[in-house]
């Protein structure tokens, strides 16, 4: 992932779209959380100062990797391209919000393991915390530029998806919302900075008021959030998020969510779960664990997993988000997944992960947060390691995708005929794999239609050149191959993506608990 697709140069990964690069720099953030945790296991610490000076053991070369990663992720906060994405659609600005807030949350987890004095408590400083300022300044811009995207004029609430398109409102912004408003109240460290680009309040740059940690209005905005979405009824009958809703009354001036997308994605099921974990450590409230609980168990049973077994079932039909018990994409065993389509499951792997760490026993900012008792703590753990036997099984399967050369493919099934024939819910429009569909009504507004920001020409001239990508995409998808993964798109950085962050869930959950 880092050491072909990465260049250091240009602090990009070139092959990447703007939200894919996101979602990698927090794959990589996260996982040097993971190694910094590590590091605490006896079997990699050195037995004394004098072993530690002259021996380059596991430790040693764990901290060499955190803080090489480290740096390139600090290269791509130069890199990334913070103008563009601001002009863009509201979940790719949320994307970024998420991956700056998981920066922060390692450079804190890093110096509290790591960089204190035992004796008071004190703390010496990591390189790391020299960006904190710069990080939470790019996460404040952005969430300030994504939360004008929530609505109450239609729907009642929620986020809408593109303001270049007719009102779409899915799930995957109002999740990102809900986890990124949360991240933001127990995560965010403040910010001074009155550079251009802040809250659309403002009057102008200079009016910039100063933005306090664990600001009650982003909590607030969490709960909002997920009170809209449970009432919203974008869940199907195996409880799964299905992608969201158009108004087919729009020109009759209806406001009305009446027109559900039945497409399931399996990032849809996974935002949402480190959004629920935020909410109860930020209110206590119990009913946001359950809720999580729920959906987790949801979208394991939909890939054919019988937790009563503690195994897959042997019958490859599809049960809604996978079959055999391996999480899959719609567009997987026909090997014509876009790059969203092939970022998906890692984004499922890295939430449930987050959703998973153990309770804490004691606030973490005391007065602001709250903890667990036994019984909660214990509950959550149990529950938890009964996703890690799925994990596991999920895990094998993607390192068995893995060539010579070491690379995760994006489909972690086994190929044959029956797969092909696996066919999208009725009342299902693949978007995501297949961008045509966004040139059409309900998405895009005849020319004779009302006004509402869609008619603007660049922006469907993008769309024209993501819908000849994807076409592409999908005539490279039909050549015969032995291997499935060397299909459509093949081998990228996305898939690596999915693969580094399966693995970290499994190190998390069997490992470190």
Not at 211 to 221: K, M, N, R, V
Not at 234 to 254: A, C, E, P, Q
Request: one cysteine or more; glycine letters at 8%; aromatic letters at 12%.
């Amino acid at each position: 992932m880092q050491t072909e697709y990465f260049e250091l140069w240009v602090g990009a990964w070139p092959s990447a779209i703007d939200w894919t690069a996101a979602v990698m720099n927090t794959q990589i953030v996260s996982s040097m959380a993971t190694f910094s945790r590590a590091l605490d296991d006896p079997s990699l610490l050195p037995t004394s100062d004098e072993d530690y000076g002259n021996s380059v053991g596991p430790a040693r070369d764990i901290e060499n990797d955190l803080n090489r990663y480290f740096s390139q992720s600090v290269a791509y906060y130069f890199g990334e391209d913070a103008f563009a994405i601001r002009n863009e659609a509201n979940d790719d600005m949320l994307w970024v919000v998420l991956s700056w807030l998981e920066a922060i949350k390692l450079i804190d987890v890093h110096s509290r393991l790591h960089y204190h004095s035992p004796g008071d408590g004190s703390f010496r400083s990591w390189h790391g915390t020299q960006f904190v300022k710069a990080f939470a300044h790019r996460a404040r811009v952005f969430y300030d530029l994504a939360a004008r995207g929530w609505d109450t004029t239609l729907c009642g609430g929620g986020m809408v998806w593109n303001s270049h398109l007719e009102p779409y409102k899915n799930a995957i912004t109002n999740e990102l919302f809900i986890a990124a408003s949360v991240g933001m109240y127990l995560y965010f460290p403040g910010d001074h900075n009155p550079s251009p680009f802040m809250a659309q309040h403002l009057k102008s740059s200079l009016d910039t008021p100063d933005a306090e940690p664990h600001d009650p209005s982003y909590l607030a905005a969490a709960v909002q959030g997920y009170d809209w979405l449970k009432k919203s009824n974008m869940t199907n009958t195996l409880g799964l998020y299905v992608d969201g809703f158009h108004i087919s009354g729009l020109r009759r001036n209806s406001t009305i969510c009446d027109a559900r997308n039945e497409m399931v994605y399996t990032y849809n099921q996974g935002v949402l779960l480190s959004g629920l974990r935020g909410l109860w450590e930020s209110t206590g409230n119990t009913t946001y664990m359950f809720d999580g609980h729920e959906l987790a168990r949801n979208a394991i049973k939909a890939t054919g997993w019988l937790f009563d077994l503690d195994a897959a079932t042997s019958n490859s039909a599809w049960a809604g988000l996978g079959r055999a018990g391996i999480l899959e994409e719609f567009c997987d065993a026909q090997g014509d997944c876009s790059q969203d389509g092939q970022t998906f499951k890692g984004i499922f792997f890295h939430h449930l992960t987050l959703f998973c760490v153990p309770l804490p026993a004691l606030p973490l900012y005391p007065g602001k947060t709250h903890a667990a008792g036994k019984e909660l703590a214990l509950l959550h753990h149990q529950s938890c390691q009964e996703y890690a036997l799925w994990i596991a099984h999920n895990a094998r399967a993607a390192v068995s995708t893995r060539d010579a050369d070491g690379k995760f493919g994006s489909y972690w099934g086994e190929q044959d005929d029956s797969y092909l024939k696996t066919s999208l819910p009725d009342g299902a429009t693949d978007y995501r794999n297949n961008a045509s569909e966004l040139l059409n009504w309900p998405w895009m507004s005849p020319s004779e239609g009302i006004g509402i920001r869609h008619q603007d020409i660049a922006q469907q001239q993008r769309l024209k050149n993501v819908y000849e990508t994807a076409q592409n995409d999908r005539s490279e998808g039909l050549r015969t191959s032995q291997d499935p993964n060397d299909r459509g798109r093949g081998r990228t950085v996305e898939t690596q993506a999915g693969g580094v962050a399966v693995l970290k869930a499994l190190w998390e959950l069997l490992y470190m608990q």
